[in-house]
């Protein structure tokens, strides 16, 4: 620490060294810096603005995404950018509209030819299946081109800085920040003098994609399977209405064009994906506008096809991830931390959750209502999450040959239902308190099979009743710590105690399966919230402002025995722990 850390870039001028070394004005002043402004850097800064966090964004492009690239807004992903009031205007988009209804995964000669079969396994679940049991926020198959800017829009309503065509070239850490040099790209145009300035941050956040120059440069390695293929993703217009007919799929792999290709629609008629395996030598010039046309007519099955290209955007499917996700006061997420292939959607969608989990965590150290340890646990909860994920997502990828009669006979044993991926996961990290609480799943694995609010698990979803109003229970939790708790025993009075002492905000809400409620507490109507969180009499469930529980009281014997002083002690103790003050404040 201490000493500046030069991000590799084709070009470096003594200006940035000097800037570095502290040479020149004094440095802008900021709590976080997010170098990297793609999906997750805008919806990390989204987060972060949120909590109140003073948040500037520097991205060397000029300007958000022009291509589709991903697409697919899971479940979880749609409940966090609901949590910010994003899920209608992601539903209202234009593909989030034309996209609405369609499902599936199949398998075709060409689009005009042979069906070859579909992906009918127990292990898939798209936007076609029945999630509100999990969730109140389905599938939106929302283009990336299409959710930044409402990302975008979002950060800077709620007091974001976004720096566009600003390049984070250099970064110093000591112990108490980070020193960072953004050069101001001006089009980078021959002769225009270059101006740098430098930012002075708590922390910085590497959100500068799956080549991340930050993690480069401190060192940190990537293991994993590596790149599976090397993709060139066509956009391309053309009219396929009358041979798409009534079907609506999500993506459809052609065996016709000589070559592993998949088509994906964006709007279901004139605009289109195809992602073509690229075999070739990886030093191969780019694929010529006369061999996307070939290849498009071939997988379309139509040999005079009238088609317009627009680009061929070249991309590696890979499986990485990084060794750590913390190097002192830099934080790494999305690509930057871990790369999966794109079977089961869950690249983005992860870096969404890293994003989520990562921003509150933040804004506590920052307020001082937590210690600097709490971001440790950022490591411990989400790189084993990555590291599983990236499995399955590799897993799921190496099943697609199936769909043509290639591969193995039957799926991979060790494939997991994308329920069970995007929700079922546990953290288990020191911001989560689980003695006298045991799981199902192994010490060892971050699956839980039998979710039901155990500590370190998402808090299940369960459709209320409140003073008139319905909503999720989800819909609860974003601002502060939650306490659920059952009618039997008061626990309103310990949280607003344990809220005093801790300086941490804490809402108790009552909820009960058994109505009419009276007012102030709320009824569950979907699913009984006693069955669904495994709650006792008496018992109560405390939960993170990123929707996961962090300690459950116990029920019956201790809560119902104890006085009011006395489950405020326990309850300001486990916030103590979960908020890793509890050294501190011994």
């Known amino acids: 620490m201490g000493q ?30 997010i170098a990297g402004g793609g999906l997750v850097g805008l919806a990390t800064a989204v987060f972060l603005a949120r909590h109140g966090v003073r948040t500037l964004l520097a991205e060397r492009h000029h300007s958000l995404a022009v291509h589709p690239r991903a697409r697919g807004v899971n479940p979880r992903s749609m409940e966090l950018l609901r949590g910010v009031g994003l899920e209608d205007a992601v539903r209202a988009t234009v593909s989030g509209r034309a996209l609405a209804h369609n499902s599936g995964v199949i398998a075709v000669e060409s689009l005009a030819g042979r069906h070859l079969g579909e992906l009918r396994q127990s292990y898939h679940a798209d936007s076609g299946a029945d999630y509100s049991a999990l969730s109140p926020s389905p599938w939106s198959l929302c283009h990336q081109d299409e959710l930044e800017p409402l990302l975008y829009d979002k950060a800077r309503e709620l007091g974001a800085e976004l720096r566009f065509g600003q390049e984070m070239t250099s970064f110093t850490q000591d112990a108490d920040g980070i020193t960072a040099v953004l050069r101001v790209r001006d089009g980078d145009r021959e002769g225009e003098p270059v101006r740098e300035h430098r930012v002075r941050a708590a922390y910085m956040i590497a959100a500068d994609g799956a080549g991340s120059r930050i993690r480069g440069a401190l060192g940190i390695p990537t293991h994993g399977p590596g790149t599976m293929a090397r993709f060139v993703n066509i956009r391309f217009d053309a009219d396929l209405r009358e041979v798409l007919g009534e079907r609506r799929f999500i993506i459809c792999y052609t065996t016709a064009a000589g070559a592993r290709c998949a088509l994906l629609p964006l709007d279901n008629a004139e605009r289109w994906l ?21 290849l498009v007519r071939a997988a379309a099955g139509l040999p005079g096809l009238d088609v317009t290209v627009h680009d061929a955007l070249p991309w590696d499917a890979a499986g990485l991830l990084a060794d750590r996700f913390r190097s002192d006061r830099v934080l790494l997420v999305g690509d930057a931390a871990h790369l999966m292939p794109p079977s089961g959607a869950f690249g983005s969608n992860t870096g969404l959750a890293d994003a989520h989990n990562l921003a509150w965590k933040l804004a506590a150290v920052l307020r001082g209502q937590a210690g600097e340890a709490l971001l440790d646990s950022y490591d411990a909860e989400r790189r084993p999450v990555a590291r599983a994920t990236v499995e399955q997502a590799v897993l799921r990828s190496k099943d697609r040959p199936r769909l043509v009669g290639q591969g193995a006979t039957e799926p991979d044993p060790r494939l997991r239902p994308d329920p069970a991926v995007m929700f079922h996961y546990r953290y288990r990290s020191d911001a989560v308190v689980t003695e006298g609480v045991e799981g199902q799943g192994a010490a060892d694995d971050v699956w839980e099979t039998d979710p039901r609010a155990v500590p370190g698990t998402r808090a299940p979803h369960v459709e209320l009743e409140w003073d008139g109003e319905k909503l999720s229970t989800l819909d609860l939790f974003g601002e502060g710590f939650v306490l659920l708790n059952t009618a039997d025993v008061d626990w309103a009075s310990p949280a607003a105690a344990a809220a005093e002492a801790t300086g941490v905000a804490v809402r108790a809400v ?6 009419p409620a009276p007012t102030g507490t709320a009824l569950a109507v979907s699913a009984s ?4 969180y495994a709650t006792v009499p008496g018992e109560a469930v405390l939960v993170r402002p990123d929707g996961f529980v962090a300690w459950r009281s116990g029920g019956v014997g201790e809560a119902t025995a104890e006085s009011a002083p006395e489950r405020a002690a326990r309850l300001v103790s486990a916030l103590r722990r979960v908020l890793a003050r509890e050294h501190n404040e011994a």
Do not use: F, K, M, Y
């Open 4 to 33: 500046a850390i030069p991000v590799p870039a084709a070009h470096e001028t003594d200006a940035a060294r000097a800037a570095a070394q502290g040479a020149g004005t004094a440095p802008e002043q900021t709590d976080v810096l």
């Open 274 to 294: 195809l992602h073509v395996v690229d075999e070739r030598e990886p030093d191969a010039p780019p694929l010529s506008e006369e061999r996307c046309v070939e």
């Open 510 to 515: 009552t909820v009960t399966d058994a109505g």
């Open 529 to 532: 919230w006693q069955e669904r």
